[in-house]
Structure formats: structure tokens, C-alpha cells
């Protein structure tokens, strides 16, 4: 089996571990949506991780974080499985604040990374992605967003600058992660955030613009409403 196939079959397998539930339970993930529905699955998880995160320890730079920021990605459940060659993946929303302030969306994306390095096992985290101005959004929204060097942790590069670690408060793109499992290691990394436009179109009804979900409010959806009311901090 060469490594193109075998990194194949490990994203697949990570993918499938999504939302499963003794895989959320092994890495300590308490956030498991009863919705009948994949889209609203991952809407009601990324609300359940932020507020999870909001209760730890980092909660007020979260709540600083996003006061400040003109958009965020919310990855609730990344799984990554590894021996020497790694895979993680892990659907998630992109949410960004309209003109007046309010948050909309959310729109869907998927990450998936593939990494090389002295590395083995299995975890789990919540990826926060803070994108604090519009120069970052529009770098999201334009596919501009990879995954490169890093120690198991993203390194988001824009605007021809690197932003290494879990909080950097002079970059404009803003990392913040909480991980569990049984993993370790050092790796290169390569990977990218992106759209789903199948999940968009089946959540929203219709084929929809990413850019018109975040800057209007034509497809404003009530079962959104309360992760949109948790990033504004009422929850």
C-alpha cells in the first residue's frame, strides 16, 4: 500500500469518526446533538464546544477574542488518528459579523490535514479560528487559509505573515485549540479550511454564497439562533 492510498484511507476514517459517540467520550468531548440532521448536528456541537471552552480557563480571552474579531471558524470535533503518517478532519462553521455588528451565518466547512513526523495515536480537539479583521475574512472566504509547520498545533498564514501557536496577539489570524486523547509527537503538517457547499445547500434549502450567509441576512435560520446568540455572549 503506498502513502497517497494509506493517507486516503486515514482522512476517510477520521471522517467517519465523526460524531460518533464513544469517540467523542474517549477524548473527553461532551458535546453530542440529538438533531436528525448532520448540519444541525455540527451547528449544535460548535455552540456546545464554545461555551465548553467559555468554561475553562481561557474563557475571557474567548470572550475578548470575539468582541474584537470580524469572523470565526468553529471546528467542534477534529479527530486525528496517526502512525508516522497522520490525518485529521472535522467539519465545522465559519460565523462573521454583519455591518451593524450581529453575527450571521453559519456557513459550512470542512478541515483536513495530512501530516509527516515522529508522531502516533488518537485525539481529539476543538479548534477555535479567530480572524480579526477583514483582510483575514476575505483571505477565508478566498481559500487563502492553509496548515503548515507546526508542533501539532495550526499555523494560519495571511496577508504574507505566520502566526504560530495557541494565541498570538499581534497576528490577525488567531488560533486557539483544546485537545484531548492519547497522542504525541512532532510533525510537518499541510492542510487547508474548506467550503462545503453540499452541506450549505442542504442546510440552507437552495445553492447560497458563502459571502451573502455572513454579510446579509437572507438566510437567517432559527436553528441557528443559538450559536449566533453564544458568540454574541448570551448563552
Not at 464513544?22 to 455552540?47: E, H, L, W, Y
Not at 476543538?126 to 492553509?146: C, N, P, R, S, Y
Request: aromatic fraction near 10%.
Amino acid at each position: 500500500m503506498n502513502k497517497f492510498t494509506l493517507i486516503v484511507l486515514m482522512l476517510i476514517s477520521v471522517f467517519s469518526a465523526w460524531g460518533c459517540s464513544p469517540v467523542k467520550q474517549f477524548v473527553g468531548n461532551p458535546c453530542v446533538s440529538n438533531s436528525s440532521t448532520t448540519m444541525q448536528r455540527i451547528v449544535d456541537s460548535s455552540a456546545c464546544a464554545l461555551n465548553q471552552m467559555r468554561s475553562k480557563s481561557f474563557g475571557p480571552q474567548i470572550d475578548s477574542l470575539l468582541e474584537d474579531a470580524r469572523a470565526v471558524f468553529i471546528f467542534p470535533d477534529v479527530y486525528k488518528a496517526a502512525f508516522m503518517i497522520g490525518a485529521e478532519a472535522g467539519p465545522g462553521v465559519l460565523c462573521a459579523k454583519d455591518e451593524t455588528g450581529f453575527w450571521n451565518g453559519p456557513a459550512f466547512f470542512n478541515m483536513a490535514g495530512v501530516d509527516i513526523g515522529l508522531q502516533g495515536g488518537v485525539e481529539g480537539k476543538t479548534l477555535l479560528v479567530f480572524l480579526m479583521d477583514d483582510q483575514a475574512l476575505e483571505d477565508a472566504l478566498g481559500g487563502k487559509i492553509d496548515l503548515s509547520l507546526g508542533a501539532d498545533l495550526a499555523v494560519g498564514h495571511t496577508a504574507d505573515r505566520s502566526n504560530r501557536g495557541t494565541f498570538d496577539a499581534e497576528g490577525n489570524i488567531l488560533l486557539l485549540v483544546d485537545q484531548a486523547g492519547a497522542y504525541g509527537g512532532m510533525t510537518y503538517r499541510t492542510g487547508a479550511f474548506m467550503v462545503s457547499n453540499d452541506f450549505n445547500k442542504r442546510y440552507y434549502g437552495k445553492e447560497v454564497r458563502v459571502r451573502e450567509l455572513l454579510m446579509t441576512h437572507k438566510y437567517d435560520k432559527p436553528a441557528a439562533d443559538a450559536l449566533l446568540m453564544s458568540l454574541a455572549g448570551v448563552y
